[in-house]
Every structure is written in structure tokens, then in C-alpha cells.
């Protein structure tokens, strides 16, 4: 069973539907989008709503910004931070010392807002990613010196 559609998802989701002028069609949305499981947008699991958004957002013609090659840049360096910051914590593969990405994509989408794949966020949404996993590298460093 998946998580329920995040706020963000359900107000993205409905300005689309009021744009798209198909406010009064979201029960057939919901349905189809959920393979026929409910019939409601706020029952919709995330994957389910992030696939209605991004159905409506390519019907609408509203393509994703692309990222200029400096934001790419610092994409990467971000990346690459919270990568550093779980090799620190020793979230390593056992008898290696790679970076578990398995590890990483579980708290990705479980403990970060968008809960998406690590390597499936964007500029903005890596900005607060690195902040928030600061926060989990602090705490980590506060529990080796008890």
C-alpha cells in the first residue's frame, strides 16, 4: 500500500484541473489513475497523483524548466554533499566503503517533502534536501559523543 498524496500534489493537482478545465472529470481521473482502486483525488497514493500531474501538465503544454548548466552544476555538488554526509554516518554497503543509495532512497522517500528518488529532484528541491540532511548529520554527530 502507498502513502496517500502529499498537500503540495493536491493543490498542484487541482489548480491543473481548474486550468485544464476538467474539475468536474477528477472522479474519472482518480479512477483511471488509480487503476479503478477509488474514484476520489484525496485517496490518490503519490505515485498515483504525481502520474495525473504529470498527465495534466503535458496536456496543458507546461513542460518542466530545464535547469541551466550551472544549476546543474551545483545539482551535483549537492548531490555529492549528501553523499559525503552518509559515507560519514557510515551508511555503506557491507564490507565496502560505497554509499548505500539504497539507505539514501528510503529517506528520500520517506522523510523528505517531494519523496521522490534521490536523483530525481531538482535544483530547488535539493537546496532544501541538503539543509534537512545537515539536520539528520547533526544529530548523528550529537549521538557519537553520548
Known amino acids: ?37 477509488t474514484g476520489r483525488t484525496s485517496e490518490l497514493f ?26 546543474e552544476e551545483e545539482s551535483e ?18 564490507g565496502t566503503e560505497k554509499v548505500d543509495m539504497g539507505r539514501v532512497n528510503t529517506w528520500c522517500q520517506t522523510y523528505t517533502k517531494t519523496k521522490k528518488h534521490f536523483n530525481h529532484y531538482t535544483h530547488a528541491e535539493l537546496v532544501a534536501m541538503v539543509t534537512q540532511f545537515k539536520v539528520v548529520y547533526r544529530k548523528y554527530l550529537k549521538e557519537l559523543e553520548k
Open 77 to 94: 555538488r549537492m548531490r555529492n554533499k549528501i553523499l559525503s554526509l552518509a559515507h560519514e554516518m557510515r551508511w555503506e554497503l557491507p
Open 1 to 37: 500500500m502507498g502513502k496517500i498524496r502529499t498537500l503540495q500534489q493536491n493543490q498542484r493537482l487541482h489548480t491543473l484541473l481548474a486550468e485544464a478545465g476538467l474539475t468536474a472529470e477528477k472522479e474519472a481521473l482518480a479512477k483511471q489513475f488509480s487503476n479503478n482502486r
Open 46 to 71: 503519490t505515485t498515483e497523483c504525481g502520474a495525473l500531474i504529470d498527465h495534466l501538465e503535458a496536456s496543458l503544454g507546461l513542460a518542466p524548466v530545464a535547469p541551466t548548466p550551472e544549476q
